[in-house]
């Protein structure tokens, strides 16, 4: 049941950003995800496609990070690609379908330093407002914390989990 309403949850919100054309960027599209019948000007047009992640590169990434994300976690990145995908105040980190390691690793290890967030067990992976970010915090099961980035010494409890917080902000 939860695999299914992260899934539907994730699929409204995409469909929704599709139905009033906000799913453009002025970038490079990775081809499998460009929208046909682009306009010819800088921003392009990109689709939500069908995720290609499998439990392996997942585990391979887990491996290579030090850190195993929550099951709901893994069932969000094997649902579909993305470019953008905001719900209420929260704005995941970009998912597309052949860099999304690459995605993941620089909001993990690069938006702030490592040692703001990822050495004191906190794996950021989603955008919070101009707030800062949300992360796991892997010291408390996994629950979603919210860091600011004007107070770095800062978390502040925000959901039990990744499927409570999926929940939460899709009734924003």
Request: aromatic content about 16%; overall charge negative.
């Amino acid at each position: 049941m939860r695999k299914e309403t992260i899934e539907e949850i994730v699929d409204r919100t995409l469909r929704f950003w599709i139905e009033n054309a906000a799913n453009q960027l002025p970038c490079d599209i990775e081809k499998e995800m460009l929208a046909p019948d682009q306009p010819v000007e800088e921003w392009k047009f990109w689709l939500p496609v069908k995720s290609t992640v499998t439990d392996a590169e997942i585990s391979e990434f887990e491996a290579e990070t030090g850190f195993v994300f929550p099951n709901d976690f893994k069932t969000f990145l094997q649902h579909k690609h993305f470019y953008e995908l905001q719900m209420s105040e929260v704005s995941f980190c970009s998912h597309p379908i052949n860099t999304w390691r690459a995605s993941l690793r620089e909001m993990m290890f690069e938006t702030y330093p490592r040692e703001f967030l990822f050495d004191k067990g906190y794996v950021p992976f989603a955008l919070y407002s101009d707030w800062g970010l949300l992360c796991f915090d892997s010291h408390h099961h996994n629950a979603i914390v919210r860091w600011d980035h004007e107070d770095p010494e800062t978390f502040e409890y925000q959901y039990e989990n990744f499927y409570e917080l999926m929940t939460g902000i899709s009734k924003d």
